[in-house]
């Protein structure tokens, strides 16, 4: 990340050299070419003109002496050269001029001695060289020429050599610092970020990138927040396979164990014990295949994040499941009914729902009393949510055990033993299939014993999303409340 540091502070900061010389530029170019308001001149002949003058009153008032010092003297503004020349065509300074100067100053020497009287005012003006003639108080004459020489990058350039560069600079160290503090605001936040994933890369997938002190700017904070959430799903996901790896291992030893007893006692059993034994086998292979596939529907319902967009009767749905319910309970006297029932409709997965109503109501089915009756209620609640209840007449669950039962393979110790023939999964199955609909599901000991599983779903707001109000009057006659059979 030190690179992009570097690449961010040599980008800002050239272009702020960039911008600080095209000012330079720009004030430079205004100067030579800007004309004046009212004048016929611009600011650059109007700086010579101000030369000139001030060099021909040293001259007529203090003499050579002192013009040559003012001349060492003069600031060299925008590449501006001030030379005089005597009569003989020296240079009061002794410097080399250029052969323009040279020749300005020999022509306007030459008309002032020519004109008749001798005179000490002819000049000869350009856009880049102004030049007078002045006769001194003792009749000598003298040429002083005020030049703009060089091109435009040299002036530049050599605009006041000693100021200006140093203000430049003092400008450059300001940028650089202030490039610095800029490409540190960018990257730091990149560079923490960086760090983590590189740490949850290796492994670590408690790394975060957590709230970011500097450089906090909106998207700067929000790809943190993002590769945060990012983190924790995947750290969830990969702790509830481990957890169901680890679970589904220790499920599987039991009847693994059963197998082999059976199969031993297959091959050295007679007629009725190897019947015995094969049908152990069958139960326990059947056990084993039911086990696998609920861990991979959880498993699939863990690793899913979005749940499908069907258009689901939930009346319908509990009809269906209550049907297939019921008729597996006959045996031994058990029902499963539809005590009350509203026409509620509402987006999500058909599969999912139905598998989660199915384990509830199994579970019901499973632990209830011989002879009675498994109750399945659905109503909408004032906050417009579908609530299901389903009661059975069990034993119940222990009071600190109540949210343990929707842990995949858990099991009460007393009442819901594995003597029910249940692989502990189909709580743990619902539970996902609920919260994935943005629901929830809890369950609670009803009055006058059993258990009491509650199921809420959100239902769309539309109008008309959701059927209205049928009770239990119109749902099918055969899950209507019979005599007897208390909920």
């Given at each position: 990340?030190?690179?992009?540091?570097?690449?961010?502070?040599?980008a800002?900061?050239?272009?702020?050299?960039?911008?600080?010389?095209?000012?330079?530029?720009?004030?430079?170019?205004?100067?030579?070419?800007?004309?004046?308001?009212?004048?016929?001149?611009?600011?650059?002949?109007a700086?010579?003109?101000?030369?000139?003058?001030?060099?021909?009153?040293?001259?007529?008032?203090?003499?050579?002496?002192?013009?040559?010092?003012?001349?060492?003297?003069?600031?060299?503004?925008?590449?501006?050269?001030?030379?005089?020349?005597?009569a003989?065509?020296?240079?009061?300074?002794g410097?080399?001029?250029?052969?323009?100067?040279?020749?300005?100053?020999?022509?306007?020497?030459a008309?002032?001695?020519?004109?008749?009287?001798?005179?000490?005012?002819?000049?000869?003006?350009?856009?880049?060289?102004?030049?007078?003639?002045?006769?001194?108080?003792?009749?000598?004459?003298?040429?002083?020429?005020a030049a703009?020489?060089g091109?435009?990058?040299?002036?530049?350039?050599?605009?006041?050599?000693?100021?200006?560069?140093t203000?430049?600079?003092?400008?450059?160290?300001?940028?650089?610092?202030?490039?610095?503090?800029?490409?540190?605001?960018?990257?730091?936040?990149?560079?923490r970020?960086?760090v983590?994933?590189r740490?949850?890369?290796?492994?670590?997938?408690?790394?975060?990138?957590?709230?970011?002190r500097?450089?906090?700017?909106a998207e700067v904070a929000a790809?943190?927040?993002?590769?945060?959430?990012?983190?924790?799903?995947?750290?969830?996901?990969?702790?509830?396979?481990?957890?169901?790896?680890r679970?589904?291992?220790?499920?599987?030893?039991?009847p693994?164990?059963?197998?082999?007893?059976?199969?031993e006692?297959?091959?050295?059993?007679?007629?009725p014990q190897?019947s015995?034994?094969?049908?152990?086998?069958?139960?326990?292979?059947?056990?084993?295949?039911?086990?696998?596939?609920?861990?991979?529907e959880?498993?699939?319902?863990?690793?899913?994040?979005?749940?499908?967009?069907?258009?689901?009767?939930?009346?319908t749905?509990?009809?269906?499941?209550?049907t297939?319910?019921?008729?597996?309970?006959?045996?031994?006297?058990r029902?499963?009914?539809?005590?009350?029932?509203?026409?509620?409709?509402?987006?999500?997965?058909?599969?999912?729902l139905?598998?989660?109503?199915?384990?509830?109501?199994?579970?019901?089915?499973?632990?209830?009393?011989?002879?009675?009756?498994?109750?399945?209620?659905?109503?909408?609640?004032?906050?417009?949510?579908?609530?299901?209840?389903?009661?059975?007449?069990?034993?119940?669950?222990p009071?600190?055990?109540?949210?343990?039962?929707f842990?995949?393979?858990?099991?009460?110790?007393?009442?819901?033993?594995?003597?029910s023939?249940?692989?502990?999964?189909?709580l743990?199955?619902?539970?996902?299939?609920?919260?994935?609909?943005?629901?929830?599901i809890?369950?609670?000991?009803?009055?006058?014993?059993?258990?009491?599983?509650?199921i809420?779903?959100?239902?769309?707001?539309?109008?008309g999303a959701?059927?209205?109000?049928?009770?239990?009057k119109?749902?099918?006659?055969?899950?209507?409340?019979?005599?007897?059979?208390?909920?």
């Amino acid at each position: 990340m030190r690179r992009l540091f570097w690449r961010l502070f040599a980008a800002f900061w050239i272009a702020t050299v960039v911008v600080l010389l095209a000012f330079a530029w720009i004030s430079t170019s205004r100067f030579e070419n800007e004309r004046i308001p009212g004048l016929d001149v611009t600011r650059l002949q109007a700086k010579m003109d101000d030369l000139l003058g001030r060099t021909a009153r040293e001259l007529r008032h203090d003499g050579e002496a002192d013009a040559r010092v003012w001349l060492r003297n003069t600031p060299d503004v925008s590449a501006i050269s001030v030379y005089v020349f005597s009569a003989d065509g020296k240079e009061l300074l002794g410097r080399t001029a250029s052969e323009p100067v040279r020749d300005a100053a020999q022509a306007i020497l030459a008309q002032a001695a020519a004109a008749d009287p001798p005179r000490g005012s002819v000049d000869a003006d350009g856009e880049r060289l102004r030049a007078r003639a002045l006769r001194t108080r003792d009749g000598r004459f003298y040429a002083v020429v005020a030049a703009l020489e060089g091109n435009f990058l040299t002036r530049l350039l050599l605009r006041r050599p000693g100021a200006f560069w140093t203000h430049l600079g003092i400008a450059m160290i300001v940028s650089a610092l202030f490039a610095a503090l800029l490409a540190w605001y960018v990257s730091a936040p990149l560079t923490r970020i960086r760090v983590s994933t590189r740490r949850f890369a290796e492994g670590d997938l408690d790394a975060r990138v957590g709230r970011l002190r500097f450089g906090r700017s909106a998207e700067v904070a929000a790809l943190a927040a993002e590769f945060d959430t990012m983190a924790e799903r995947i750290r969830t996901l990969v702790d509830s396979h481990r957890l169901l790896v680890r679970d589904v291992s220790h499920e599987l030893r039991s009847p693994l164990a059963r197998l082999r007893v059976a199969l031993e006692l297959a091959r050295d059993g007679d007629g009725p014990q190897v019947s015995a034994a094969l049908d152990r086998i069958e139960h326990e292979s059947d056990r084993l295949e039911t086990m696998l596939a609920q861990a991979l529907e959880l498993s699939r319902l863990q690793t899913a994040t979005h749940a499908a967009r069907d258009d689901v009767a939930l009346d319908t749905l509990l009809e269906d499941v209550i049907t297939n319910a019921d008729y597996e309970g006959a045996p031994r006297g058990r029902k499963v009914v539809l005590a009350e029932c509203e026409r509620l409709s509402m987006t999500g997965s058909y599969a999912a729902l139905h598998s989660a109503f199915e384990n509830v109501i199994r579970n019901a089915l499973a632990y209830t009393a011989d002879g009675s009756t498994v109750g399945v209620r659905l109503q909408r609640d004032e906050s417009g949510h579908a609530v299901i209840r389903v009661r059975d007449h069990g034993p119940g669950v222990p009071e600190a055990e109540l949210t343990r039962i929707f842990e995949p393979f858990y099991r009460t110790d007393a009442a819901r033993t594995r003597s029910s023939g249940g692989t502990g999964l189909g709580l743990a199955i619902a539970r996902r299939a609920i919260e994935r609909h943005g629901g929830r599901i809890v369950a609670r000991n009803a009055d006058g014993g059993g258990l009491e599983v509650l199921i809420r779903l959100p239902l769309p707001r539309e109008p008309g999303a959701a059927r209205a109000g049928a009770t239990a009057k119109d749902a099918p006659a055969r899950h209507r409340i019979e005599a007897g059979h208390p909920l």
